[in-house]
Protein backbone atom coordinates (compact mmCIF):
# COMPACT_ATOMS: atom_id res chain seq x y z
CA UNK A 1 0.00 0.00 0.00
CA UNK A 2 1.17 3.24 -0.98
CA UNK A 3 0.08 6.78 0.69
CA UNK A 4 0.82 9.79 -0.61
CA UNK A 5 0.32 13.22 1.47
CA UNK A 6 1.30 16.43 2.05
CA UNK A 7 -0.43 18.32 -0.83
CA UNK A 8 -2.12 21.97 -0.60
CA UNK A 9 -2.58 24.99 -1.77
CA UNK A 10 0.99 27.48 -2.33
CA UNK A 11 1.72 30.37 -4.02
CA UNK A 12 4.00 30.56 -6.98
CA UNK A 13 7.86 30.59 -5.76
CA UNK A 14 6.94 28.25 -3.05
CA UNK A 15 7.53 25.19 -1.57
CA UNK A 16 6.05 21.72 -0.30
CA UNK A 17 7.26 18.52 0.68
CA UNK A 18 5.34 15.25 -0.38
CA UNK A 19 5.60 12.47 2.10
CA UNK A 20 4.43 8.79 0.76
CA UNK A 21 4.43 6.07 2.81
CA UNK A 22 4.61 2.48 2.45
CA UNK A 23 3.54 -0.67 3.89
CA UNK A 24 2.74 -4.71 2.68
CA UNK A 25 5.65 -5.18 0.95
CA UNK A 26 9.60 -5.08 1.40
CA UNK A 27 10.16 -1.80 0.79
CA UNK A 28 14.22 -1.52 0.44
CA UNK A 29 13.96 -3.87 -2.61
CA UNK A 30 11.44 -1.58 -5.19
CA UNK A 31 12.36 1.84 -6.45
CA UNK A 32 9.59 4.14 -5.42
CA UNK A 33 8.07 7.49 -8.44
CA UNK A 34 6.64 10.31 -7.57
CA UNK A 35 3.80 10.77 -10.73
CA UNK A 36 1.30 13.18 -11.34
CA UNK A 37 -1.35 13.83 -13.29
CA UNK A 38 -3.31 17.68 -14.01
CA UNK A 39 -6.81 18.04 -15.32
CA UNK A 40 -7.00 17.11 -18.76
CA UNK A 41 -3.71 15.83 -19.17
CA UNK A 42 -1.92 12.37 -18.71
CA UNK A 43 0.12 11.16 -15.93
CA UNK A 44 3.41 12.30 -16.07
CA UNK A 45 6.55 10.73 -14.76
CA UNK A 46 8.16 13.28 -12.30
CA UNK A 47 10.42 11.43 -10.27
CA UNK A 48 12.10 7.94 -9.10
CA UNK A 49 14.49 6.87 -6.31
CA UNK A 50 16.62 3.67 -6.68
CA UNK A 51 15.97 1.28 -4.42
CA UNK A 52 19.41 2.01 -2.22
CA UNK A 53 18.32 5.74 -3.26
CA UNK A 54 21.99 5.81 -4.92
CA UNK A 55 20.29 6.79 -8.37
CA UNK A 56 17.64 9.33 -9.27
CA UNK A 57 15.21 10.21 -12.52
CA UNK A 58 13.86 13.79 -12.51
CA UNK A 59 11.55 15.04 -15.28
CA UNK A 60 13.35 17.47 -17.16
CA UNK A 61 10.18 20.07 -16.20
CA UNK A 62 11.26 19.91 -12.60
CA UNK A 63 14.89 19.23 -12.86
CA UNK A 64 16.74 21.63 -10.47
CA UNK A 65 13.52 22.43 -8.88
CA UNK A 66 12.33 18.87 -6.71
CA UNK A 67 14.53 16.45 -4.94
CA UNK A 68 13.72 13.07 -4.33
CA UNK A 69 15.25 11.18 -1.20
CA UNK A 70 13.59 8.20 1.32
CA UNK A 71 14.32 6.36 4.54
CA UNK A 72 13.80 2.98 3.98
CA UNK A 73 14.19 2.18 8.01
CA UNK A 74 11.02 4.35 8.19
CA UNK A 75 8.97 2.84 4.92
CA UNK A 76 9.05 6.39 3.31
CA UNK A 77 9.75 8.66 0.29
CA UNK A 78 9.70 12.08 -0.16
CA UNK A 79 9.45 14.95 -2.73
CA UNK A 80 10.71 18.44 -1.52
CA UNK A 81 9.15 20.56 -4.57
CA UNK A 82 10.92 24.29 -4.64
CA UNK A 83 10.28 27.48 -6.88
CA UNK A 84 6.66 25.92 -7.54
CA UNK A 85 4.51 27.46 -10.51
CA UNK A 86 1.42 26.96 -11.76
CA UNK A 87 1.59 24.47 -14.02
CA UNK A 88 3.10 21.75 -11.04
CA UNK A 89 -0.56 21.81 -9.95
CA UNK A 90 -1.76 18.58 -10.44
CA UNK A 91 -2.50 15.06 -8.10
CA UNK A 92 0.71 13.85 -7.51
CA UNK A 93 0.53 9.78 -6.62
CA UNK A 94 4.05 7.69 -5.01
CA UNK A 95 3.77 4.49 -7.11
CA UNK A 96 6.05 1.08 -7.69
CA UNK A 97 6.39 -1.37 -10.51
CA UNK A 98 8.43 -4.69 -10.19
CA UNK A 99 12.21 -2.90 -10.85
CA UNK A 100 14.48 -1.49 -8.47
CA UNK A 101 16.37 1.05 -10.42
CA UNK A 102 15.66 5.24 -11.03
CA UNK A 103 13.20 4.33 -14.14
CA UNK A 104 12.03 7.74 -16.12
CA UNK A 105 8.44 6.74 -17.82
CA UNK A 106 4.97 5.80 -16.35
CA UNK A 107 4.22 2.44 -18.06
CA UNK A 108 5.94 -0.31 -15.45
CA UNK A 109 4.25 1.31 -12.95
CA UNK A 110 1.99 -1.48 -11.90
CA UNK A 111 0.90 0.36 -8.41
CA UNK A 112 0.11 3.68 -7.10
CA UNK A 113 -1.79 4.65 -4.10
CA UNK A 114 -4.41 7.62 -3.31
CA UNK A 115 -3.22 10.67 -4.42
CA UNK A 116 -2.40 14.50 -3.00
CA UNK A 117 -3.40 17.81 -4.35
CA UNK A 118 -1.09 19.95 -4.94
CA UNK A 119 -2.65 23.56 -6.11
CA UNK A 120 0.13 26.53 -7.43
CA UNK A 121 -1.76 30.24 -7.71
CA UNK A 122 -1.86 33.18 -5.80
Known amino acids: QLQAYGGGLVQPGGSLTLSCAAS????????IGWLRQAPGKEREGVSC????????YYADSVKGRFTIRRDNARNMVYLQMNSLKPEDTAVYYC?????????????????WGQGTLVTVSS
Open 95 to 111: AKGDFDYAYGGTEAYVY
Open 49 to 56: ISSRGDSR
Open 24 to 31: GFTFPDYA
